[in-house]
């Protein structure tokens, strides 16, 4: 069983200030995803990383892959108030076409201030 | 195009009782799944589908039944209800695209276990 490790579960913040979220695990995946959660909503993808080393921007999001393809990171700039929801790391396994097999890392709980 | 749907929005049982959450799409997606989600656990696999007649189990199978007899529904049913199966569940579907597996999720179904 492939784990994800996401920290930090919690993060409360100051409006303007930056922030990084980590995902780790001792496992290869074929792809990366991040997700972003509303209340009372279902996850809504961000963004996919394929390549080990790839870096994806996504306005103030900057997304990384790390070269092995066992861990990731998302970093937000100036953080706002709308960047606050839960966040979720998932990974696709790797060794060819996975059938959508995403193991989901526990989630971090954004929270910025104004 | 109204992507992932699910019912009900929210329901409370009895332990004991039976029912089935529904989960339709339409963007002819050949992959769908269920998971469960549980506060510090991120999200976890219960049931998933690669296709009408095809149906096989994930990470949390215990206590639920699916089925897939077209390519829009995969329904997902709860044998006798405990109150461990007091969770949100999620439906989701992808395309069966090798490494990317972008999923698409429902709103949610907020169950309660009496």
């Known amino acids: 069983t492939q784990l994800l490790e996401q920290s930090p579960q919690f993060l409360s913040i100051q409006e303007g200030e930056n922030l990084t979220v980590y995902c780790n695990s001792s496992?290869?995946?074929?792809?990366l995803q991040w997700y972003r959660q509303e209340p009372g909503e279902g996850p809504v993808l961000l963004v996919t990383?394929?390549?080990?080393?790839e870096v994806k921007k996504l306005k103030r999001l900057t997304f990384q892959f790390g070269d092995a393809r066992k861990d990731s990171s998302l970093h937000i700039t100036a953080a706002q108030p709308g960047d606050t929801g839960l966040y979720l790391c998932?990974?696709?396994?790797?060794?060819?076409?996975?059938?959508?097999?995403?193991?989901f890392g526990q989630g971090t709980i954004l929270t910025v201030h104004p | 195009n109204a992507g992932v749907t699910q019912t009900p929005k929210f329901q409370v049982l009895k332990t004991g009782q039976s029912m089935t959450l529904q989960c339709a799409q339409d963007?002819?997606?050949?992959?769908m799944s269920w998971y469960r989600q549980d506060p510090g656990m991120g999200l976890r696999l219960i049931h998933y589908?690669?296709?009408?007649?095809?149906?096989d189990q994930g990470e949390v199978p215990n206590g639920y039944n699916v089925s897939r007899s077209t390519t829009e529904d995969f329904p997902l049913r709860l044998l006798s209800a405990a109150p461990s199966q007091t969770s949100v569940y999620f439906c989701?579907?992808?395309?069966?695209?090798?490494?990317?597996?972008?999923?698409?999720f429902g709103p949610g179904t907020r169950l309660t276990v009496l």
């Open positions: 989701a579907s992808s395309r069966l695209a090798g490494v990317r597996n972008e999923q698409f």
């Open positions: 496992s290869v995946f074929s792809s």
């Open positions: 990383v394929v390549t080990g080393g």
């Open positions: 998932a990974g696709a396994p790797g060794g060819g076409t996975s059938y959508g097999k995403l193991t």
């Open positions: 963007m002819n997606h050949e992959y």
């Open positions: 589908s690669v296709g009408a007649g095809i149906t």
